[in-house]
């Protein structure tokens, strides 16, 4: 079984970030090669906090789910086998992290938004904000889609408060 920050290492290339942003890019109103080589480089926290609010939700939405293919451990097993605590300590733990994520990314979006693509800025947003909608409070909108039917459309539409 991996440590947590083993699982945790793999979260950004193996999210589908860089997917869904780069397959987005055509159709953005306004981008430049200094958004495209910001987007692509390692320290692009927005882009790394993005992903942890996606990870963390989806660890604590995806975690029964995936505890009953049996076949891998989950984000939740390594952290509690890692620091000996409970899955309800994990939880707790994960909402924490996921906090903290969001308040990174208020942070990079308020210093990089004057620099960086407002489009490119609100993709990794919607990402983010996607993952809330469909693991809020620990449920797997994946598993269950009838469960968020008319939730999805309306994040997209609230306006964006950072």
């Known amino acids: 079984m991996p440590t ?3 699982y945790l290492v793999n979260t ?8 869904i ?3 987005g890019i055509p159709g953005l109103k306004s981008i430049s090669k200094e ?3 910001w987007l692509m480089s390692e320290s692009n926290k927005a882009l790394i906090a993005s992903t942890r609010i996606c990870r963390h939700a989806n ?22 086998k890692q620091y000996g605590v409970s899955k309800e300590e994990t939880v707790n733990k994960f909402n924490e992290l996921f906090e903290n994520a969001w308040k990174d990314f208020n942070k990079d ?3 990089e ?3 960086i693509s407002k489009d490119m800025m609100e993709q990794l947003l919607n990402y983010a904000r ?30 964006i408060v950072v």
């Open 35 to 37: 958004s495209i080589d």
């Open 130 to 159: 996607i993952a809330e909608v469909n693991y809020r409070n620990g449920r797997d909108a994946y598993a269950n889609p009838q469960k968020i039917a008319g939730q999805i459309a309306t994040v997209f539409m609230d306006p």
């Open 109 to 111: 979006w308020s210093t």
């Open 59 to 80: 660890d604590i939405g995806s975690d029964e789910q995936e505890r009953r293919g049996g076949n891998i451990p989950t984000a939740v097993d390594c952290y509690a």
């Open 12 to 19: 950004v290339v193996t999210s589908c970030i860089y997917v």
């Open 4 to 6: 947590y920050e083993e």
């Open 113 to 115: 938004i004057s620099t």
């Open 21 to 23: 942003v780069t397959v």
